[in-house]
Structures are given as C-alpha cells and as structure tokens.
C-alpha cells in the first residue's frame, strides 16, 4: 500500500482556485510603507565612524532593528548555532514537524543560552542549519544525501561562523547522527576564538514497548509472521516516548555526543541527557556562563582540541563500545581542526588496550538504554576507570575552563553524581555499578572490545566490524569467529531486502552488498538490511558483506567499510553468485581476514583466491545507483581526492587542490 492509499491521506477536501489566489475579506488598507523604528540612538564614537567597516556600523542598525536595546548594542557578542528543525506553539505542540526528535526541541537550548548570556550582558545571536535522519532515509533515496549532508552542513555552519565577523565566541547545538558531526566539523575549525558544544541528549524510554532501533524492524518482523499487524501499529507509536533528544540506543548519534563531551568540547557530564528536562536545560545554561569565561581567559578552541584530546576521544568510543560511523566523523573533526587524521591502525591500536566498561544497547549484555547511562554517570564515570587504568591524557584542557584532571576530580565527589546514581536504582531498579563497569567486572562479564579491522583478498584495503555484536554463541573457547558460506550477491539495497523479506537468504549465506560505498550510493548506512536480518530464525547464522556502513545499532556479523569499494576497482565487486567466502574474526586480538576461498565447489587457500579475483574482470552489472544524486557524485570525487573513507570523507583543499592542478605549477596553500 503506498502512502497515498493509506487511510486518511485522501480526506482533504477540495480547494477552490479563488482561496489561492485571494484570502476572501482580506483587508489591503492595512498595509504600510513606512513605520516610525527604534527610539534612542547608536552608541558610536567619531572613531568608530572613522575606523570600523561599514559592516560593523550596519550590523548595529540591523541590531537596533531587530528590537534590541540601543545602549547595550557594544555588548560582546556570542553567535549560537543550531541544527533546529521544525515549529513548536508556545506548548510544544507541533506546528511543522521537524525530520526527527533530535533536533524538535534543540530550539528550547538555545533559548536557554541566550537567556543565560543576556543575563552575562552580551547579545546572542542565533543560527541554524537543520540536518537530516537516517532512521527516516532507511531504504529510501534519502540515504543517498546521508553522509555527503555532513560536509555541506560543516561548510554552511563555518560559513555562518565566519558571517558574524564580530563575534566573540561560538556555541553549537545538535544531537543527532550526521547534524552533530558536522557542528563539531565546524566548531573545530575556530582556532584561537572559543566555542562549545551543547549536545541535545536522548529521548526516553517507552514505559511499555520497544526502543526506536528494534522498532525499525517492525516491517520485516511482520513480513516474517512474527508480530500482528496491530502490534506493530501499536509499538511503533510508542517508541519515541518523548518528542526529543537522539535515540535510546548507543548509534552514531549518542556515540558523538560521548566522543564530543571526550573531546573537551563539551561540558562535563552532558551527553546523553533526557531532552527536554530541567537537567538538559540547565546545561545550555552552564555552557552559556562557560562560553564568557573562554573569552575572559582567552582559552580558544585550538586549546582544547589537540592531538591527545583526539586521542582520549577514541578511547572513550573504544570503552563506550560505539558506533563505527565515528570512523569516518572524528578523522574529520581532527582534519579541520588542522590535526593529524587518526588511522585505521590507530583505531586497532586503542581498540586492543582500551576494555569496554559500558553495558548499553545495542552491545549488551544487558542492554541499558542511552538515559540510564547518563544516569549511571555517563562519560565522566568512564573516564574516572580510564584515568586509574592509565589510558587518558588527563593534563588536556576542557571547556569548563580547567583541565581534565580537575574536572573528574569534582566529579568523583559531586553531589550530581551520587544523587543521579541514587535516582537510577529508585526510579528503574539499576545499580549504576552495572551499567558501568571497571576494568576487571567488564571483563569477568565476558565484554570485549568492540571494533576489529579484517583485511584480505576481498579487503585489500581494510574494513571494519563491530565484533561485540556477533552472536556470543558462534564464537569458540578462543575467542574466535568462522565463517565459510556461499555468496549473495546484491546490487541494489532494495534487491536484498526483498530477498530477506521473502526468505529467499538461507542459513549460513553470506551477503555481499555492492555499488554501497561513496562512488555507488554515498556510502549509505544499511540499518534496514541488518535489523531486517535480525527477523530470521536463522539470522545468526548469516553475514554481510558491503563497501557501504552500517548504523550504530546494527548487529549480527556484518562487515562493511570495505576498500576499495566496488566501483573503485575493489577486489569486492568480482565477487559472483556462489563464491565461497571465509570470514575469521578473533575478537581477543582484534584481528580478522575476509577471503575468496572457493568458486564452483572448489575449495583453495586466501593466496590461490588472490590469483583468481586478479584474473577476473568487475561483474558486468556494477552501477551506482540509478537515483544518485549529481551533487553527491560530486561529494564522491572530492572525498576520494581527499583521503577516501579512511580519511573520514572529507574535503582536503590541499589535496584536491593539487589533482585539479597542471603538471607544471604547484598551487599555493590554503586555509582549510
């Protein structure tokens, strides 16, 4: 049923052609040419007049304008940035939706900061950029814009940035999985001028019902006879339980709230707040108060973000157990911060000495959702078993003006965290002690590290899993994952979820996803294939293979990130119905090998695979998708240019810079 067949999408009634053209009774004598403007007068000097630009002197008649006070037009001033969506009444009642939740109530932080500096005797002015939702893109052309948004977004914030010559400092508010990126893209690249960001924390939890990752599973779960279609209507209304905040899972989006807040960027203690409550609020309030101080102390932002402050960050997302889409998101933050991107081997490096302390979904064991971490005590509680292991560089600075050092010595005597501890076993019956964990509990309780990069035949170039979401059940006494089935082999998204769907994906399959990364469809996060897996009685016993990525909530054996990608020549796009292909993934060593092993029955070894897929030509059908957008081919050339996927996708002026340029001259450097 499309939606335009669905009950209730055809009960507007018709619209007469004279309503368009013409509100009937409208009065026109109202209309006006002229209004008497603000009363008082500018606050200039003859200095002023002989030595500010002309934009300064008219920035302060807009101001007046505007309606602000005349006096108090040379108050310092603060720009805040949003990636708000939507319209809200005066109630919270919805006027115009916004995309998604992460970014409805984002408007009511930024009042919050700009109450707070107005009461610090500054003016804030506020800007917005609204940013997309996967969850909504999911199997649908949307996800073709997903990850190239995140550049465009970091270019219009910097942009805006850089459109208020006379500000003093910037705050940036987001929340969700490609929004949030790119603030911190943009926040980083300020330098010496002092920004912060107010991250838009989670929606609750249902008091009866799903989260709002199982709850995409609903069509395929349906399709497989297991749930009514009265339980999925039922469920599915439910999942977001408040209208704000990012999902209750640990995705991409409270991922990079965590790897923001560990960065230094972020006040302590406010990823992954429940939107919308005094807590949440009271934060755009201390980061306000926070942003003055950096001007007073003339701390900027390249203070903050340095190469250990990037560094804590990835062991923070090893210990957290996150969302492998920050592969691609903190290497760009670190570029534009004009930093060295982190590498694949760094990545491998942290993973194999940093433990996973965090129980949440949708690592486990237990499944805490994103809230009742926060209540746990969130990034801090983390960080206070880091720094006794060591693992931290505790000397860097932070937003809240002091190191990190002192920052978690507060906290580990803070009346919020004992209080927050004490609510969370009150309200839900959770000791926080079993949401986080140290070293040594993690470890008896079986949690392991959570990212792994296999390589071999099909992955010359590397790929990644998360290996804590393979079913605990097929690993063996060594901590060692096998797989060896035969290939499906899937162009399009759409191909493989209708086969999912229509059982046509057998036990012991292997799924390979092609035509997914950057050049065949903007690199798109395949969620809907790997949840929709999750509905097979026999999804253990499946794994996927694809050049695309996956959401942070994905489970299951699911390898993605591969390179070269398809239609880049990649050893992945020779791949034919049938294949045998080996998986080994040993998630005590963080170590892994996908192979050609086998074609027509025949069994060979990896080197005798290599042979093969180098004698044989890309299969005939590689394409990108037939709806990909020219701006996101666009985007596809420039990241390629630019370091390609393990250099996070960005945009490296330098490096493009010098592909565009003749043979004979050499272009001058640029700022990034």
């Keep these: 049923m499309s939606r335009a067949s669905q009950p209730g999408a055809n009960n507007i009634p018709p619209i007469p052609i004279t309503s368009i053209l013409e509100s009937p009774g409208f ?41 602000w006070e005349p006096q108090r037009l040379l108050d310092p001033e603060f720009l805040i940035l949003s990636t708000h969506g939507g319209v809200r009444a005066a109630d919270g009642t919805p006027i115009a939706l916004g995309f998604h939740t992460g970014h409805w109530e984002v408007g009511l932080l930024v009042s919050e900061a ?34 190239p948004y995140r550049n465009d ?32 893209m943009a926040l980083a690249s300020s330098g010496k001028v002092p920004s912060i960001l107010i991250p838009g924390g989670v929606t609750l939890l249902p008091d ?36 704000g905040g990012g999902c209750q899972f640990l995705g991409t989006a409270a991922t990079a709230q965590v790897v923001g807040e560990a960065l230094g960027l972020s006040l ?9 409550q005094p807590i949440w609020l009271d934060a755009a309030q201390r980061s306000a108060r ?67 302390l965090v129980d949440a979904l949708p690592n486990g064991p237990r499944y805490f959702a994103t809230v009742q971490v926060f209540l746990a005590g969130g990034v801090p509680e983390v960080m206070l078993h880091l720094r006794r292991a060591g693992l931290l560089d505790t000397s860097v600075k932070t937003v809240a003006g002091t190191t990190l050092d002192e920052c978690l010595n507060w906290w580990q005597d803070s009346l919020r965290r004992r209080e927050l501890k004490e609510q969370l076993l009150t309200q839900d019956g959770i000791d926080a002690d079993d949401v986080i ?92 294939i790997t949840a929709a897996l999750k509905a097979l009685p026999h999804c253990k016993h499946v794994a996927v293979l694809t050049d695309a990525r996956f959401s942070g909530v994905s489970t299951g054996a699911c390898i993605g990130h591969i390179s070269p990608e398809a239609l880049a020549g990649g050893p992945i796009g020779c791949i034919q119905e049938g294949d045998t292909i080996e998986i080994v993934i040993d998630r005590n060593a963080l170590a892994g090998s996908v192979d050609l092993v086998g074609e027509s029955g025949e069994i060979f070894s990896r080197e005798e695979g290599s042979r093969r897929l180098a004698a044989r030509s890309p299969r005939p059908d590689l394409a990108p998708h037939p709806a990909l957008p020219n701006d996101t081919r666009l985007w596809a050339a420039l990241v390629q240019a630019s370091g390609g996927v393990w250099g996070g996708c960005v945009y490296d002026t330098d490096m493009i810079l010098a592909r565009l340029a003749p043979p004979t001259s050499k272009p001058e450097r640029s700022d990034t």
């Design 437 to 528: 964990m140290s070293p040594d509990v993690a470890r008896s309780r079986g949690l392991t590290s959570t990212v792994c990069f296999p390589s071999g035949n099909l992955a010359p170039e590397g790929s990644v899993i998360k290996s804590t979401a393979i079913d605990p059940s097929l690993i063996d006494e060594a901590g060692v994952y096998r797989h060896r089935g035969p290939a499906r082999v899937f162009i399009t998204e759409s191909a493989a979820i209708d086969a999912i769907k229509n059982g046509a994906v057998l036990e012991g399959d292997v799924m390979v996803l092609i035509c997914g990364g950057p050049l065949g469809a903007g690199m798109q996060e395949i969620y809907q």
């Design 114 to 147: 700009a109450g707070e500096l107005r009461a610090q005797h500054c003016i804030p002015f506020a800007g917005a950029c609204t940013d997309p939702c996967d969850g909504r893109t999911q199997g649908t052309e949307g996800m073709l814009d997903s990850l």
């Design 208 to 243: 009866e019902g799903e989260d709002a990752g199982k709850v995409q599973t609903i069509g395929a779960r349906f399709a497989q006879k297991q749930i009514t279609l009265e339980y999925a209507a039922d469920i599915g209304c439910r999942a977001c339980a408040s209208p």
């Design 153 to 184: 977004a970091a270019i219009v914030l910097r942009r805006l940035m850089r459109s208020l010559p006379t500000r003093k400092g910037v705050l940036g508010v987001a929340t969700c999985d490609k929004g949030l990126p790119a603030m911190m």
């Design 268 to 276: 302590p203690h406010t990823a992954l707040a429940p939107s919308g």
């Design 290 to 356: 926070a942003i003055v101080r950096m001007t007073q102390t003339a701390m900027g932002t390249d203070a903050i973000l340095t190469a250990a402050s990037i560094k804590n960050a990835m062991v923070l997302h090893a210990a957290f157990g996150g969302s492998t889409n920050l592969l691609l998101h903190l290497p760009a933050i670190a570029h534009a911060a004009g930093l060295p991107r982190p590498t694949a081997a760094d990545w491998a490096e942290i993973n194999r000495r940093t433990p996973r």
């Design 27 to 67: 009065d026109h004598s109202a209309v006006k040419t002229h209004a008497a403007g603000p009363q008082g007068a500018l606050p200039i000097t003859p200095e002023m007049l002989l030595t500010q630009p002309s934009g300064n002197l008219f920035g302060l008649s807009q101001d007046a304008g505007m309606g």
